[in-house]
């Protein structure tokens, strides 16, 4: 590290950008005594924002992938003008702006705020069920048209009785098991994270991936995006899923292949999606899925509720302060490999007390 906390006048340098953030987060950091906060302007302040990020000792980025310019993006090029760096917190649970394993290389913690939008994120993934197993969209448009015929022509289907299959039970996920039990259906899951007494005590029956796929009337993604989940729902998986099925998405884009998707419910294979995520946010005019009727989509706004963003601002705030008042590892770590050496470089810096 090129200068200490004692360096730097005892101040412990957060940055983050004019991204929209909860004012909780602000508030929260600014009041912790020796701990400044400065945020930058995505565009048209360049010299500046380097300037604080090379000064920095955390910085706060936004998880969402289309909200910032990829030039501020946490890679291994930004990390080499940042030496003062010692962690990097998403806003939410996701890291696609972060290259995690840059960060360990260069013994930078990563922090998330896993579970903070859980609640938010399984209410709208069973929201989209709703949406596309009761056909509540098509029958709002045909309302507004003024077009209704008969009451029969909009005829859905309940939730109970049907077999939720969860790919991924993690936070959101058993979020989500628990309202699909509480609407009467079956609950399979496959989560390679978890072993059956785990996944059992989350509220899924465990079954493998291809189980899931034959034997659920909804399959529903809560898993991360990463090398291993990148393109998992292909067109081999759509086709391996039962007829007259729905898929949901409220994981990330990227994990279901978007054209395979549109194949699969075209053909009338799939009888109807719920998609809150995309490859490109939002989607572009003319996108295949949005010419669907049996296609509910929504703008990455699952996690998006006010409850829900307040929440993580005051996770990823307290989160931040705890770590450079105490030095403890903090809870929500997404690196665990770099903890003492991270610490040893928040040691040697000045920004801890040495244990």
Same mark, same amino acid.
Request: charged fraction near 20%; aromatic fraction near 6%; include cysteine.
């Given at each position: 590290?090129?200068?200490?906390?004692?360096?730097?006048?005892?101040?412990?340098?957060?940055?983050?950008?004019?991204?929209?953030?909860?004012?909780?987060?602000?508030?929260?950091?600014?009041?912790?005594?020796?701990?400044?906060?400065?945020?930058?302007?995505?565009?048209?302040?360049?010299?500046?924002?380097?300037?604080?990020?090379?000064?920095?000792?955390?910085?706060?980025?936004?998880?969402?992938?289309?909200?910032?310019?990829?030039?501020?993006?946490?890679?291994?090029?930004?990390?080499?003008?940042?030496?003062?760096?010692?962690?990097?917190?998403?806003?939410?649970?996701?890291?696609?702006?972060?290259?995690?394993?840059?960060?360990?290389?260069?013994?930078?913690?990563?922090?998330?705020?896993?579970?903070?939008?859980?609640?938010?994120?399984?209410?709208?993934?069973?929201?989209?069920?709703?949406?596309?197993?009761?056909?509540?969209?098509?029958?709002?448009?045909?309302?507004?048209?003024?077009?209704?015929?008969?009451?029969?022509?909009?005829?859905?289907?309940?939730?109970?009785?049907? *077999?939720?299959?969860?790919? /991924? $039970?993690? !936070?959101?996920?058993? =979020?989500?098991? &628990?309202?699909?039990? %509480?609407?009467?259906?079956?609950?399979?899951?496959?989560?390679?994270?978890?072993?059956?007494?785990?996944?059992?005590?989350?509220?899924?029956?465990?079954?493998?991936?291809?189980?899931?796929?034959?034997?659920?009337?909804?399959?529903?993604?809560?898993?991360?995006?990463?090398?291993?989940?990148?393109?998992?729902?292909?067109?081999?998986?759509?086709?391996?899923?039962?007829?007259?099925?729905?898929?949901?998405?409220?994981?990330?884009?990227?994990?279901?292949?978007?054209?395979?998707?549109?194949?699969?419910?075209?053909?009338?294979?799939?009888?109807?999606?719920?998609?809150?995520?995309?490859?490109?946010?939002?989607?572009?005019?003319?996108?295949?899925?949005?010419?669907?009727?049996?296609?509910?989509? *929504?703008?990455?706004?699952? /996690? $998006?509720? !006010?409850?829900?963003? =307040?929440?993580? &601002?005051?996770?990823? %705030?307290?989160?931040?302060?705890?770590?450079?008042?105490?030095?403890?590892?903090?809870?929500?770590?997404?690196?665990?490999?770099?903890?003492?050496?991270?610490?040893?470089?928040?040691?040697?810096?000045?920004?801890?007390?040495?244990?």
């Amino acid at each position: 590290m090129s200068q200490s906390g004692t360096e730097l006048g005892g101040q412990r340098q957060v940055v983050r950008f004019d991204y929209w953030l909860d004012p909780a987060f602000n508030r929260i950091v600014s009041e912790r005594p020796g701990v400044r906060l400065h945020t930058c302007q995505r565009e048209g302040a360049d010299d500046e924002a380097w300037a604080r990020l090379s000064q920095a000792h955390v910085y706060q980025i936004t998880a969402a992938k289309d909200e910032l310019p990829r030039r501020w993006f946490v890679t291994a090029e930004l990390l080499a003008r940042c030496p003062n760096l010692v962690a990097v917190s998403s806003s939410g649970s996701g890291c696609d702006t972060i290259d995690i394993d840059a960060c360990t290389a260069a013994g930078v913690v990563v922090m998330n705020q896993a579970g903070g939008n859980a609640d938010s994120v399984a209410e709208m993934a069973v929201g989209l069920m709703l949406s596309v197993m009761r056909r509540i969209p098509e029958s709002d448009r045909h309302m507004k048209a003024h077009s209704t015929g008969s009451r029969e022509d909009l005829m859905g289907h309940e939730l109970r009785g049907r *077999t939720l299959g969860l790919v /991924g $039970v993690g !936070h959101a996920g058993s =979020r989500t098991a &628990a309202l699909g039990r %509480a609407f009467g259906m079956r609950v399979i899951g496959f989560d390679p994270f978890l072993d059956g007494s785990e996944m059992r005590e989350r509220g899924a029956e465990p079954v493998s991936f291809n189980q899931l796929l034959r034997s659920a009337d909804i399959v529903s993604l809560h898993c991360p995006r990463d090398a291993s989940t990148l393109g998992i729902m292909n067109a081999e998986a759509f086709a391996a899923m039962r007829p007259g099925s729905i898929f949901i998405s409220t994981a990330r884009g990227g994990i279901h292949d978007e054209m395979a998707l549109y194949r699969a419910l075209s053909s009338g294979h799939l009888a109807g999606a719920g998609l809150d995520v995309w490859d490109e946010e939002p989607p572009p005019p003319g996108h295949p899925l949005l010419s669907l009727g049996n296609v509910v989509a *929504t703008f990455h706004t699952a /996690g $998006v509720t !006010h409850d829900a963003r =307040r929440r993580n &601002a005051t996770l990823a %705030a307290t989160q931040i302060v705890e770590l450079l008042a105490t030095g403890e590892r903090p809870e929500r770590l997404v690196n665990p490999e770099v903890w003492p050496r991270a610490k040893q470089r928040m040691e040697t810096a000045s920004l801890i007390a040495a244990s």
